[in-house]
Structures are given as C-alpha cells and as structure tokens.
C-alpha cells in the first residue's frame, strides 16, 4: 500500500488529528479527544484513513449499509458525512459528489507509520507502535464486508507486526544483548503459537544464552500446543534442532548463525546488497571449513538479485561441493533458476535434476518442495507446481510457498486463467509480508500490475506498479536494471 509520507510533517501553527487505529480505535484533535457518534461515523473515518486514495461514495455506502438499495445507503452515507463533518475532526473530510478523501495536512495515522517503520527497517519503532491488533474490540454487524475488509487488515498487520519481531530479535541477537532477543522473539510467539519457525527462534536464543534447559522446554511447549490445537508433531526440522540441543553438538548450521551472517540476513532483506555482500564475506572469512557452504550459498543469492552471474555461480558450486544432501538440494535448485534467468536452459535443467535427486535422497519436504518448484518453472509443468504446494502447505517457513504461490499464477497468465492467476498472486503477496523480503515484495506487486492491466483494471494495475517501482528504486534499481527482472522464484 502506498504510504503518506507528508503524514509525518506537520504545520507547528495548524490543528493536528491524530488517529489511532492499532488497539481499541481512539481519536484525538491536540490532544483532546473526538466524539464521533456513531459507530459508521467511526468505520466511515477508517475506511478513509487507512485507505491511500479517495474513496468512491458507491463503494462506501455499499460497504457500510449493504442491506438498502443504493439510494438509501447513499442517503445514509450523506447523513453520517454529516454528522462526522460536524464532529472536531470535520476539518479533514474533503471530497466531492463522487468520491471522498481525508486531507493530510496535520494527520496522523499509526497504521500508515507503523506500516513505514517496518518497510524502513526502523523495526523498535514498528514494535513499538502495535500497541495491539487493528481496531480491538470494534465490530459492525450489519456490515459483513467491512468486518471482512478489518479481518483482512487486522491478518496482514499482524503478519507485519510477526515478521518484524523476527527479524529484531535476529538483529538484537547479533548485537549481543540476548535476552532483549528473547523478549521479541516470545512477543513474536504469541501472536501465533502454531508456528513452528517461532519456536525454533527461541529454542536457538535460549541455547545461545547458555540456557539449553530453557531451550528443550520451550520444544516440550511446541509438542504440547500442536498435539492439543492440530494433532500433529513438530516437524523434522525442529526435532533435529532439539535434538542438537539436547547432545550439546548444536553448529552453526542448526544454531544461530555467526553475528556476520545475521547481519547479512537482514541486509538481504531489507535490499541492501553491497552491505549483504560484505557482511557474508566476513563471516565466511572468519568459518570453519563445515559452516562455509550454507554462507556461500546466501551470498551465491546476493550475487544472483543482483544478476552477477559469474560470482553467482563460483559460489553455488561451492555451496553444493560437500554437505548433507538436503542443503545441497536447496543450492542447486536455487543454482537451477539463477541459469534459468541467465538464459542458460540446459544448464538449468541438469541442475534441477540434480537437485531432486538430492532431495529425495534426504528425504526432506522442503528441499522436495524446492526441486519441484523449479521443475515446474523449467517445463511449464503445473504438476510439478502443485506438488511442490503441497509441500510447502506443511512447512513452517512461508517463504516456498510464496514462491510456488507466485509460479502458479505466473503459469495460469501464460495459459489464459486470469482470475486463477489472480488469486494465487494475491495470496503470494499476502503470505510475503511476515518475510519482510522487499525485493521478492516488489516483484510480486509488479506480477499483479501486469496481471490486472490484462485484466483491463487499470486503477488496481496503477497502484501495484507504483508500490512496485517504489520498491524496486530503494533496492537499487536505478543502478542495477537486474533487480527489476525478478519474475518467477
């Protein structure tokens, strides 16, 4: 969504709105606060504050008063304009006969500066301001569309709320102060107790303090609430770590990484390659010969954003010399789509291969789902598409299942399917925000501007494209053209 930016800025002489929608929802004009009195009055507010453009006066009075012919919602809506005109935060509500907007000089949403935080990387400040889940407590039941439109709202905050927590205790880890890590990464738990990758968190946290007790008993606590919500134990991955754990021979393959590698993670993330790059190189400098491969296998990554093909691929081949046969399948498969992209195919498909063999050698759900994925990519094959689906709908990790999510609706474009297409797209971006990865965002929201042009939705084109070309400028588009090449993954 496209962010205000001058909601930061304020007149010092003018009136300031401040809106509060993280919580219970609260309005105040300076401070004091704004009596609104009705509870589509405050809906009617939300709507327009969270939006990033002006509203059509259809689409609000067929949202909020969804039971009376368009002539009464219409009426309704006058009356509640209104009544909301008239209240302390009139001032703000502009528009015309079609459409309807708050004007931006002094106000100030948290939604949109949370939302900015955690694309800024200011992530504290992000945690911060989600003093709880959009708008707590408030409900309109007559309206079942804006209770849908809030549920979708209050999901994709959370997810943002989850992916920052993550990647702050990573970064708090990294700066020492291990125990402030722990806070975030319980806070990032308790959002979703189901999710394994959040217990993993704190099992490594809690092992790296020094504290393995407190590690194996937070993977007692991961058996316990998948057994009592599911039914199902904790996946291998998470067994292999306590069991890593609890024979003291946790390495840094399935233990924190190294306060380099870390770094490079978020860097990765966030888009900033060069300080990627040099923070992986660091760490593989300072490696045991058994902890290099997985290190050159992310900066194989980096370098292939980037579309350096060359030191792409001196560094997936080193990253799949030696090791278990389920990392090595992970590499290749990556080493697959990076030839792909280069234009090499029957290098690609070679490595594909060889990245199933390796795969189902080990076993391994996720470096399967992986293989298939590419293959998939490589043949055109949907089958193998959704195979490897189904494999990643059991992963914790969501970051396969975006990408397969993505290639699904890449392949029914080529064919024709466009609501298919559109719908698969739709979920990959939804289930992207908690990764935080902001190139794979911007190639996502370029996918569906392309998709909904075809489509003849050129509004909703219009704005993915925007939030896309935003994206791919702080990466680095402007100087590196590969960037913005990133269409199947």
Excluded at 288 to 295: D, E, M, N, V
Excluded at 342 to 371: P, S
Excluded at 380 to 386: G, I, M, N, Q, Y
Aim: hydrophobic share 45%.
């Amino acid at each position: 969504m496209k962010e205000r930016a001058s909601r930061k800025r304020y007149g010092k002489a003018g009136p300031r709105l401040n809106v509060r929608l993280l919580g219970s929802p609260t309005i105040d004009r300076d401070g004091e606060a704004v009596a609104v009195d009705t509870r589509k009055a405050i809906a009617l507010l939300v709507l327009l504050a969270v939006g990033d453009q002006e509203e059509p006066r259809a689409r609000l009075a067929a949202m909020l008063w969804p039971e009376a012919d368009e002539e009464r919602a219409r009426g309704a809506l006058r009356r509640t304009l209104s009544a909301l005109r008239s209240s302390a935060a009139g001032e703000w509500v502009v528009g015309d006969a079609h459409a309807i907007r708050l004007r931006e000089e002094g106000l100030r949403v948290d939604v949109a500066e949370f939302r900015r935080a955690v694309t800024d990387g200011r992530l504290a400040e992000a945690a911060q301001l989600y003093r709880g889940d959009f708008l707590a407590g408030f409900s309109l039941r007559d309206s079942p569309d804006f209770d849908e439109w809030q549920a979708a709202q209050a999901d994709e905050l959370r997810g943002l709320l989850a992916g920052a927590l993550s990647r702050l205790a990573r970064q708090t880890a990294a700066g020492g102060d291990v125990a402030k890590a722990i806070e975030h990464a319980r806070r990032r738990l308790a959002i979703d107790p189901l999710d394994e990758s959040a217990h993993r968190e704190l099992m490594r946290l809690h092992a790296s303090a020094g504290d393995p007790g407190a590690a194996l008993r937070q993977y007692r606590e991961c058996q316990r609430v998948l057994d009592a919500e599911l039914g199902v134990k904790p996946v291998s991955e998470t067994h292999d770590l306590y069991e890593a754990i609890r024979t003291g021979r946790l390495d840094d393959e399935t233990g924190r990484p190294t306060v380099d590698e870390a770094i490079g993670d978020v860097y990765t993330l966030h888009g900033a390659y060069a300080k990627a790059i040099g923070s992986y190189e660091a760490a593989l400098a300072a490696a045991p010969p058994a902890a290099r491969p997985p290190i050159e296998h992310k900066l194989a990554e980096v370098h292939h954003r980037r579309g350096d093909w060359e030191r792409a691929e001196r560094h997936y081949r080193a990253a799949t010399a030696s090791g278990p046969d389920a990392r090595r399948a992970r590499a290749l498969a990556d080493w697959s789509l990076a030839a792909h992209r280069h234009g090499d195919a029957k290098r690609a498909a070679g490595l594909a291969e060889r990245a199933l063999a390796h795969a189902e050698r080990a076993g391994d759900e996720r470096a399967l789902a992986q293989a298939h994925n590419i293959l998939g990519v490589l043949r055109r094959d949907r089958s193998h598409l959704e195979r490897a689906l189904a494999l990643a709908e059991r992963l914790p990790d969501p970051a396969v299942r975006v990408a397969v999510l993505n290639n699904l609706a890449v392949a029914c474009r080529r064919a024709g399917r466009l609501d298919e297409a559109l719908s698969f797209g739709e979920a990959a971006l939804e289930s992207s925000v908690a990764l935080g990865d902001r190139h794979r965002q911007a190639a996502l929201h370029n996918n569906l501007a392309d998709l909904l042009h075809a489509m003849g939705r050129r509004e909703d084109a219009m704005r993915h494209l925007k939030r896309a070309v935003s994206l791919f400028s702080e990466i680095g588009g402007a100087t590196e053209p590969e960037v913005w090449k990133l269409v199947e993954w």
